[in-house]
């Protein structure tokens, strides 16, 4: 068996054991080649390589071997991030052309993705709100009448030094917003030749909602009105019916509501079970035997809403709607 | 202790250690000893030399032996392999082993005449 032909054969072996011992495989070859001369002994030598070679071949491949000799390390510095090759083999071509295909797609995958409208999904269909949705909801919550006080006396307090009413800080009156009810109603009044103005009860006032980065929020539920005024209105249960005239003067006082309410200025009785929660507003009034109970909602001009009359000739409902005295 | 690889030892890798008792040994001079000492029964190829070559190195029972002041290049090109203390020891387990077996075929009157 000639020597190339055993180099073929040592091709069957582990490339990690051919890197490790063909060189020496193949000088004991020579050496054999050279010892055993004559036709008996080179066939008897060929038969021992091909018996070695089916024998040896399950042992090479159980066998481990050490990795290949590493690269001579380059000067590393702590934290300093460095590269070392693995292969001294320059990469084959194929390799070369699978990377760059995969790379091209990749990339053109990227920017046909990219390309495409980004559907905005202004809530989470689940219906959780993010921190900023939740503090504006917040800040848009109407605010209780008693809390609008409560804010209004604390800004005032704040700043005693101005006559007058003038909230400040986070409740703040907006000089767009003029009430145009009349000055009583806002019951401010202030101590002669005091300087410091004595709070009695707070003004009708539009709080506005300012947020911390200085721009102002204002929202139709944040804006209260004190019902503390003259009211005028009608109702009718039915198309038959006529006109019912109302005239109210109501009187807040916190969540309370009191005062007198009739056909007419002139003609009152004195109302009950009054109370203001937000936007709504509701009493009762006791005329003869008829109960009139209101069930009202503070709108654009006023308090809207209903009435159900209850007599000993039954109960009935109609709309009720007021707008302010004049 | 981890188990050697080698258990129960080879032939082979017996032969190769019995081989470097006297000296260390390129392969083909192993190869030669172990021809001479099995009366020309054992030829080991280079494909069962090396892989036990190997599986000996990776037990540590030989090692290999710099010898980069050898007389001449072409035995300075060659790997020598040196018989360490733990293939020594596990040279001569095995070969009480054997003369344990060789006991038992002796009383079995197995063995007669001239070979015990």
Known sequence: MSEKIYACLLLLFPAAFRRQYQQEALRLLRDRLRDEKGFFRQLRLGFDLLVDL?????????????????????????????????????????VVLIGGFVSVTALAAFIYVMQGPVAFHPADPKGHKSPIELVMEHLNQPLTVDEANKAASVAFRSDSSSVGYQPAGAV????????????????????????SPQFVQPAPIRVVVRSA????????ATVLENVSAGWTGSWRAVDGDPDFPQWFSLREDGAKLGGTGGPNRSTQYPIFEGLVVGES????????????????????QGPNGTVSVTSPNGKRTAAVRFERAR | MPKRRLEPLPSAAFQILLSLTDEDLHGYGIMRQVEQQTSG?????PGTLYSSIQSLLEDGLINEVDRSGERSAADQRRRYYRLTTAGRKVARSEAERLANLLRVARTKRILRGEYV
């Open chain 1, 172 to 195: 703040d009156q907006n000089p767009n917003l003029v009430d145009s009810r009349p000055a009583q109603s806002r019951a401010v009044t202030t101590s002669s030749g005091s300087a």
């Open chain 2, 41 to 45: 029964r054992m030829r080991l190829g």
């Open chain 1, 281 to 300: 507003v509701s009493f009762d009034l006791q005329i003869g035997q008829r109960t009139f109970i209101y069930d009202l909602k503070f709108q654009d």
């Open chain 1, 213 to 220: 980065g200085g721009l102002t929020a204002q929202s139709p």
């Open chain 1, 54 to 94: 089916i024998g040896a071949l399950p042992r090479a491949y159980r066998n481990t071997y050490p990795k290949a000799a590493s690269v001579s390390p380059a000067p590393r510095f702590e934290g300093a991030p460095s590269f070392q090759v693995l292969q001294k083999q320059p990469m084959q071509r194929g």
